[in-house]
């Protein structure tokens, strides 16, 4: 890790990068290591394998390590990879036979089970009212318990396992480390439903959490047993970050949210849309914990210890210290991690007074995360942190030296004021700073891409004078809570409110910068790993082969932006119901190209379109949606509309004549919306026909005035029609506009969308329980496969109602992909990998 100083000091050109990791003892164990993750990653790697291969491949090294030292240099490697293929394998699949997952089912089941808490409870305060919410939200909890027991009709039984505990309520008094008994609803986690959707049960399990526990409408089934967290060292790093945003909250009125995420690591301090704001804008690093925050703290902490009198190797100690109680204080996140051993490993140098490798510290870094969690190095924070430290201590350092200057040069600098002198330094200072910026945001916009499909050119601008605002403000917040206790806080407390004042408005300033920030598709994997190969090249190598590397990745960009600017053509349509739960939202994509969606929204809110819709469009490398039709004026079937608009470019929006006219906050907002981007609406009626290339869509329902009821009667119906197939999209039709639509026959359909997401109202069994009819709706459509997009499972009247047709539902099927060819038309059950053809080419 480190090698002792040279006696000579004359003045060398500075070496390639690659030449320092081909020294550093570490880096080859760490590359080992990391091909062990990946391996036991995507490939699978059984515990036993792993633990044997480690096993012989050390037996190997002891036999020839005096013989053959690079055989064995290989046989280590060899058991380095092995031993973190088998850690990841044992921290992901290996449980106790009585973990909680045994008795957890799909369906959410209530139990009581006692455990301790294993975190602080997140406390979530209630959003801000929101017209596109069907039921406003409270506030919650949420935290992971140990479990030890879980009660049984044979009485208390013992249990293991981590559960991710979530409360509708205030946990306001249980801590880290306490014992408690919980009555909730026990299931085990979900995984996606839909095609780019995120994984929660996988990212559960990176944390060995293999069950989910919901209390509803109080946190009083929440009951403390027994006070632990005294005896918890977590407990105690939880109760000092309470003391801290208590003092931050007293001293800071206007802005402790922010100062609390910053100085704390508390991302409940801020509203979910306050840290969106950071992200679009591509500036979350300088408030989320970091690297970034334990570099300026350190280096303060060494200033005041040195201008203090302190000697270098105890001030040394000191830092090093203090940097891994505040990595600990504020979480232990990866990135913190890292910039916590690399800051080490140099203070280890100085009281050792040996140089330091950089690279060997960078990899022990990397080795001391896959310890702590063999998870993490799959995380976006992880990769970005060690993406950027590598870019910036090897790249970016070397690239924007100052140049040596010519004797003529030196002299005419000697001539200059220092006036001059300061105002070129400032420049000078300045121009690194905003190029650094644009480095590492060029560097990690891919990344960033694949990991939130935003990339982000603003931040290239906002970058610098953030770092410094909130450098500033940590520092000047810390000495906030150090004197706080004495009452001397006011001086420190207006310095982080302005910094962080200043920087609340430059973000929100980025936020409405056109073209600031952009959602996209996430590249493709294999361009992604050419780039970062390629990467690595300019940054390592130097001279002629660095300037090589740099222009090949020019053309790979250049790749990269043609095959994502293609044109979307195909032979087939396709028509994808998405699992949103109770609403809806059909994704229509015709052979030339264009997107098309039946209905956006959900009574889960909003959030749906961030957490459904949009990564599917995106897996589809959709980034321009044609038209929205809105079947009718409901909130679960167009309240995500805004959050649609803010990240797709929408061509049209099409409504029936009533949408606008209802009286809701919800409509008001989204037409507000839909003005505010400059968005196209059309209202259709019943006989209008719409085309797009050879698919066609006729207009069922509703007329231009009418029929009396609710929004549902008067609900958006389209068939559509390709290579002799048909689709059919009734909305929530049901009442007086079912009875007027059915009035008018038409041709059996192949797959229809159930009415109102399959309710009993929409298409009611005639006949009796013991023989059930089919109803009305299904005797007029004759569909061959019917989807219900809904909520629950599938009820019992809808295999009844819609005769011999098939039925799928959302919850059990997942997403629903029909696709329409000359050759016949199928459909596809993500969540089930049910395959079916449900029509023959005509």
Not at 59 to 65: C, D, E, F, I, V
Not at 316 to 335: E, N, Q
Not at 813 to 835: D, K, N, P
């Amino acid at each position: 890790m480190s090698a002792p100083l040279p006696d000579d000091h004359a003045a060398r050109p500075p070496e390639a990068p690659w030449r320092e990791f081909a020294r550093a003892p570490l880096v080859p164990v760490a590359l080992a290591a990391s091909v062990g993750l990946l391996a036991e990653r995507y490939i699978g790697v059984p515990l036993g394998a792993g633990l044997i291969v480690a096993v012989v491949a050390l037996l190997g090294w002891l036999s020839t390590r005096t013989g053959a030292p690079q055989t064995a240099s290989v046989w280590l490697l060899v058991c380095a990879a092995a031993l973190a293929a088998a850690h990841h394998h044992s921290h992901r699949h290996t449980f106790r036979a009585d973990d909680i997952a045994r008795f957890a089912k799909d369906a959410p089941q209530a139990v009581s089970v006692r455990g301790r808490l294993a975190e602080e409870p997140d406390r979530f305060r209630p959003p801000k009212p929101d017209p596109l919410l069907t039921q406003q939200r409270a506030a919650s909890s949420a935290s992971v318990l140990d479990v030890s027991e879980i009660e049984t009709p044979d009485g208390w039984r013992p249990a293991s396992g981590r559960v991710r505990l979530s409360v509708e309520g205030h946990l306001s008094d249980v801590h880290c480390g306490d014992v408690v008994e919980v009555t909730g609803r026990l299931s085990k986690p979900d995984g996606p439903h839909n095609p780019g959707e995120r994984d929660y049960r996988a990212f559960l399990l990176d944390r060995r959490i293999t069950a989910e526990l919901r209390v509803k409408r109080s946190a009083d089934p929440v009951v403390r047993l027994e006070e632990g967290w005294r005896t918890s060292l977590f407990g105690w790093l939880a109760a000092i970050r309470g003391w801290g945003a208590r003092a931050l909250e007293r001293n800071l009125p206007d802005e402790s949210g922010l100062a609390t995420a910053l100085l704390l690591g508390d991302s409940t301090a801020l509203e979910r849309e306050e840290w969106d704001v950071y992200v679009r804008t591509g500036v979350i690093h300088v408030l989320a914990i970091s690297g970034q925050h334990l570099v300026i703290l350190g280096w303060f902490a060494w200033l005041v210890l040195r201008v203090c009198g302190v000697r270098s190797r105890h001030g040394a100690w000191a830092v090093a210290l203090f940097l891994l109680a505040y990595a600990l204080l504020t979480g232990a996140r990866p990135s913190a991690v890292r910039a916590a051993v690399m800051v080490c490993v140099a203070c280890g140098g100085i009281i050792l007074r040996r140089r330091v490798i950089s690279a060997n510290g960078l990899a022990l870094a990397w080795l001391v995360v896959i310890a702590a969690n063999p998870t993490d190095p799959f995380t976006a924070g992880c990769q970005l942190s060690f993406l950027s430290v590598i870019v910036l201590l090897y790249g970016a350092v070397r690239w924007l030296a100052p140049r040596e200057l010519s004797p003529v040069e030196q002299l005419i600098d000697e001539t200059r004021g220092v006036p001059e002198k300061l105002f070129r330094a400032a420049l000078r200072a300045l121009w690194v700073l905003f190029a650094v910026s644009a480095i590492l945001t060029a560097v990690n916009a891919p990344l960033v891409l694949t990991w939130q499909n935003v990339a982000s050119p603003v931040a290239v601008f906002l970058g610098p004078p953030l770092i410094v605002l909130t450098a500033v403000a940590l520092v000047a917040g810390f000495l906030v809570l150090l004197a706080a206790p004495l009452g001397l806080a006011w001086p420190f407390a207006r310095v982080t409110e302005l910094c962080l004042g200043a920087c609340e408005w430059m973000v929100h300033l980025g936020d409405r910068v056109p073209f600031g920030h952009l959602y996209a598709p996430a590249p493709a994997v294999w361009w992604l790993v050419g780039f970062y190969a390629l990467v690595a090249c300019v940054v390592m190598l130097d001279g002629t082969r660095a300037k090589r590397a740099l222009a090949t990745v020019l053309v790979w960009l250049f790749v990269g932006v043609a095959v994502g600017l293609s044109p979307r053509t195909s032979d087939e349509a396709r028509v994808t119901v998405l699992a949103v739960g109770h609403g809806g939202c059909v994704v229509v994509e015709t052979p030339d190209g264009r997107v098309l969606l039946y209905d956006a929204g959900t009574t889960a809110g909003p959030d749906a379109i961030r957490r459904v819709v949009a990564p599917f469009l995106w897996s589809r490398g959709i980034s321009r949606v044609d038209e929205v039709f809105l079947s009718h004026a409901d909130l679960d079937h167009f309240n995500g509309v805004p959050e649609l608009l803010r990240r797709f470019h929408v061509g049209q929006v099409t409504t029936t004549p009533t949408f606008a006219n209802k009286d809701a906050p919800g409509v008001t907002a989204v037409l507000a919306a839909l003005e505010r981007h400059g968005v196209r609406t059309r209202v259709v009626v019943v006989g209008d026909r719409f085309t797009a290339g050879d698919v066609t869509f006729d207009v069922l329902h509703p007329p231009r005035a009418g029929p009396d009821g609710n929004e549902n009667a008067r609900s958006l119906v389209l068939l559509m029609r390709h290579a002799g197939h048909t689709v059919l999209l009734t909305g929530d039709l049901e009442g007086e506009g079912q009875t007027l639509a059915l009035a008018k026959p038409v041709a059996p359909v192949d797959v229809m969308l159930a009415p109102h997401h399959g309710a009993k109202a929409a298409n009611a069994p005639r006949g009796s329980p013991e023989r059930p009819e089919p109803g009305a709706m299904a005797l007029w459509a004759r569909p061959k496969l019917v989807v219900s997009s809904q909520r629950a499972g599938p009820p019992d009247h809808l295999t009844a109602s819609y005769g011999g047709a098939t039925v799928w539902d959302t919850p059990t099927a997942g997403a629903v992909s029909v696709r329409s060819h000359t050759t016949g038309l199928t459909a596809t059950a993500f969540r089930t990998g049910e395959r079916r053809v449900i029509a023959r080419g005509k």
